[in-house]
């Protein structure tokens, strides 16, 4: 036979209300609660836990909208992103030269897109006949750090880099761009797209569809151009 252990008496309502007298500050400590007490509403000048309680309710119920109305505008804009990128990406698939691939992206980047500049520039020590070219040790003197790393860069760069990238004229307008690399089988080059807003292509800006749109750019081109002379970035 096994001793049974006491089990702890229930409070009664006299016990709370002795503790609530004596800790009148507890609803602040713990307003976590209010949301759950049935209380009746009384008419007066204080203000009541009904009150309290509904205060708390409707902010958490404004904030709790205000996420789901942005997780609604991303999700929407994300549709968006994704419908134009399949039909550029189904034209990239359709094209049957190295020029159609160039004036694919181009124009879709600037009417689908409503990107203001763009720029897509192959690498080679020989000239290509379509689009912009410039040579290896040109690529590399002047955006060798963009490309090192292989990633997608976001953000405000230098003078130097935007003229190289849009032109002297154009470069000048840009106050932010997100610049990818092209790579596949011997092509190389870069795609970058440019924002007169400095603040537009932030480093935290999602790159998935940009660097997306350069893979598959990639693969592409190099079914329709003279493999090019590859980069190397130290």
């Not at 804009?77 to 190295?98: I, P």
């Not at 009417?111 to 500049?117: C, G, N």
């Not at 800006?205 to 081109?221: D, K, P």
Request: net charge negative; hydrophobic share 40%; with cysteine.
């Amino acid at each position: 036979m096994t001793d049974k252990q006491d089990s702890p008496k229930p409070l009664d309502s006299e016990t709370v209300a002795a503790y609530l007298r004596l800790h009148p500050e507890f609803f602040i400590d713990h307003d976590e609660l209010i949301p759950e007490l049935r209380i009746p509403h009384q008419r007066g000048d204080t203000v009541s836990l009904v009150e309290r309680q509904v205060k708390l309710l409707r902010e958490r119920n404004i904030e709790m909208r205000h996420r789901l109305s942005q997780l609604m505008d991303v999700a929407r804009d994300n549709d968006r992103l994704f419908d134009k990128t399949r039909r550029l990406v189904l034209d990239l698939l359709d094209a049957s030269s190295l020029e159609e691939v160039v004036s694919c992206v181009e124009d879709s980047l600037r009417r689908e897109f409503q990107v203001p500049f763009v720029s897509l520039i192959l690498f080679s020590d020989t000239p290509i006949p379509v689009g912009r070219s410039v040579s290896s040790a040109e690529a590399h003197q002047a955006i060798g750090g963009l490309l090192a790393g292989g990633k997608t860069i976001c953000g405000v760069l230098r003078e130097h880099e935007l003229n190289f990238l849009f032109g002297n004229e154009d470069g000048a307008q840009v106050g932010s761009a997100a610049v990818v690399s092209i790579s596949h089988q011997g092509l190389h080059g870069v795609l970058a797209i440019g924002s007169a807003d400095p603040q537009h292509y932030k480093s935290s800006l999602g790159t998935l569809f940009l660097g997306y749109i350069a893979e598959v750019l990639a693969r592409v081109a190099t079914g329709c151009a003279t493999p090019c002379r590859s980069v190397r970035y130290r």
